[in-house]
């Protein structure tokens, strides 16, 4: 599976990261942070998903549940790996 899916030309983990940095900017610190990113990785992965077609079975709809957790995943430790990079960095 790769996360390079593309909505008018903006890569869907670029939206995350984006979405997961304004939750930052209200406040959000810390481990509700990288749950943040979990929960918008999700949301927004079901709903490209739903884009792309309508699940019509229970198949259909595990598939685009499993890639919006994925894409959750990936989201929520993309985030921890630029957190402790630039932390490293400011040592």
């Given at each position: 599976m790769d996360f390079d899916q593309i909505v008018n030309g903006i890569p869907l983990i670029f939206?995350?990261?984006g979405?997961?940095?304004?939750a930052k900017a209200f406040g959000a610190q810390g481990k509700l942070l990288t749950g943040l990113s979990f929960a918008i990785g999700l949301v927004v992965g079901v709903l490209y998903q739903l884009s792309l077609f309508m699940p019509a079975n229970f198949a259909e709809w595990f598939g685009a549940v499993v890639f919006g957790l994925a894409l959750g995943l990936v989201a929520s430790k993309v985030y921890?790996?630029?957190?402790?990079?630039?932390?490293s960095a400011l040592k």
């Open positions: 939206v995350v990261m979405l997961v940095e304004l921890d790996a630029f957190k402790s990079a630039s932390a």
